[in-house]
T-cell receptor, first 111, second 114 residues
Framework: SQQGEEDPQALSIQEGENATMNCSYK?????LQWYRQNSGRGLVHLIL?????REKHSGRLRVTLDTSKKSSSLLITASRAADTASYFC???????????FGKGTLLTVNP | NAGVTQTPKFQVLKTGQSMTLQCAQD?????MYWYRQDPGMGLRLIYY???????DKGEVPNGYNVSRLNKREFSLRLESAAPSQTSVYFC?????????????FGPGTRLTVT
């Protein structure tokens, strides 16, 4: 079964708005990562947050982690049409060697 | 740097045929991975190689074999293709075999088994 589950499955917003995606996981983690996938392409790493961190920023991205609720959120501020993609969370799920990916959130940013 | 490359980009097989998907990375990474991506299922790990000379099963290894040919190359073989193996296959690599490090993905191979 999937370790991470993203919510919502799909999100459609207007350019300039903020987009928030959530991820829940089941077992304890060492860290949680977020990836982006443009249509027909491979995944690209966005950000990694460790289990002892609560918040992390990278450009227009803000990731939070709540280990008590086993959840994480990815916020993209001032979205652009180029942000249109699927976004996946991935967690270690107790294994040092493997990442387990969620099913993803499809974000559409309308110009 | 080309990063992670995969060949072929597209392939159509008949049930029972065999084929090998090739993957190479030029980042001097120790660990490599094979995933499959199906609609609504996210990515599932097929096999991984934590370091040269080692391979281990992932979540969905049945029907597949792998070879870590050298540090750069990690191939995935389908001995007798089945329609259930229709999917997009991604190869990835990471600096070392710990989930603390980001993975770099290839562009994928879209495989259809009829």
């Amino acid at each position: 079964s999937q370790q991470g589950e993203e919510d919502p499955q799909a999100l459609s917003i207007q350019e300039g708005e903020n987009a928030t995606m959530n991820c829940s996981y089941k077992t304890s983690i060492n860290n949680l990562q977020w990836y982006r996938q443009n249509s027909g392409r491979g995944l690209v790493h966005l950000i990694l947050i460790r289990s002892n961190e609560r918040e992390k920023h990278s450009g227009r991205l803000r990731v939070t982690l709540d280990t008590s609720k086993k959840s994480s959120s990815l916020l993209i501020t001032a979205s652009r049409a180029a942000d249109t993609a699927s976004y996946f969370c991935a967690s270690s799920g107790g294994s040092n060697y493997k990442l387990t990916f969620g099913k993803g959130t499809l974000l559409t940013v309308n110009p | 740097n080309a990063g992670v490359t995969q060949t072929p980009k597209f392939q159509v097989l008949k049930t029972g045929q065999s084929m090998t998907l090739q993957c190479a990375q030029d980042m001097n990474h120790n660990s490599m991975y094979w995933y499959r991506q199906d609609p609504g299922m996210g990515l599932r790990l097929i096999y991984y190689s934590a370091s040269e000379g080692t391979t281990d099963k992932g979540e969905v290894p049945n029907g597949y074999n792998v070879s870590r040919l050298n540090k750069r190359e990690f191939s995935l073989r389908l001995e007798s293709a089945a329609p259930s193996q229709t999917s997009v296959y991604f190869c990835a690599s990471s600096r070392i075999g710990l989930a603390e490090y980001e993975q770099y993905f290839g562009p994928g191979t879209r495989l259809t088994v009829t």
